[in-house]
C-alpha cells in the first residue's frame, strides 16, 4: 500500500507542477486511496498545455518507479489519463501519423519540463505522503522554493525521449 501511494503521490504532484508550469490554479491535490488521487478545480487554456498536463501524471510517476519517462501507456482503461488523452488528440489531428507524431511531441516536452522542475514534483509528492491532501497555496509554496535542475535531460534511444533521473 505504501508503496502504491508513493506512486500515486508523485503522479497526483506530477500534474500538479505541470498546472503550475502553465500558471493555472487548482483548488487542491489529493491521493487518498478511495478516490485514487486527483487534482481539483482546475482550468487549463490550450490543447498542447492540456496534452502535457494528462502526461505530467504518468511521466511523473514513471520517473519514480523506473528513472525514466515510458511513452507507452500501459493501462487504456475508458476512466484514465490515456483514454481522454487520445480521445484529445485524434480530435485536433487529421490523421493517425499525425497524432502519433503531436503525442511524440508533447510526451519530450512535458518530460523536459518537469526534469527541470524535479524537486518540486519530489517536494509536493512528499508533503501529498505526510497530508493526503494539500491546497494549491501549499503546492505553490513548494514549487517556488524549489531549485531547478537546469540541466537538458539525456535522451535514450527510443523515440529519443528524455529521461528524468529523480
Known amino acids: 500500500m505504501k508503496k502504491e501511494l508513493k506512486s500515486v503521490a508523485y503522479h497526483e504532484a506530477g500534474h500538479a507542477v505541470m498546472n503550475m508550469i502553465a500558471n493555472c490554479e487548482f483548488e487542491c491535490v489529493s491521493i487518498y ?20 498536463l494528462y502526461l505530467s501524471g504518468k511521466i511523473a510517476e514513471d520517473a519514480l518507479c ?5 511513452p507507452n ?12 488523452l487520445m480521445k484529445m488528440i485524434m ?8 497524432g502519433v507524431l503531436f503525442y511524440k511531441w508533447c510526451h519530450a516536452r512535458a518530460a ?4 527541470i522542475h524535479w524537486p518540486a514534483v ?3 509528492a512528499a508533503e ?6 494539500i491546497t494549491y ?28 533521473a529523480p
Open 33 to 52: 486511496p478511495m478516490a485514487g488521487g486527483a487534482l481539483y478545480g482546475t482550468e487549463v487554456c490550450g490543447i498542447y498545455l492540456l496534452i502535457m
Open 66 to 70: 523506473q528513472g525514466e519517462s515510458n
Open 73 to 84: 501507456f500501459d493501462n487504456t482503461e475508458p476512466d484514465t489519463d490515456f483514454h481522454y
Open 91 to 98: 480530435a485536433f489531428c487529421h490523421t493517425m501519423k499525425e
Open 112 to 115: 523536459f519540463l518537469l526534469c
Open 122 to 124: 519530489e517536494g509536493i
Open 128 to 133: 501529498l505522503l505526510k497530508k493526503y491532501t
Open 137 to 164: 497555496e501549499e503546492a505553490l509554496k513548494i514549487f517556488n522554493e524549489a531549485p531547478k535542475k537546469h540541466q537538458k535531460p539525456k535522451l535514450t534511444a527510443e523515440w529519443k525521449k528524455p529521461v528524468i
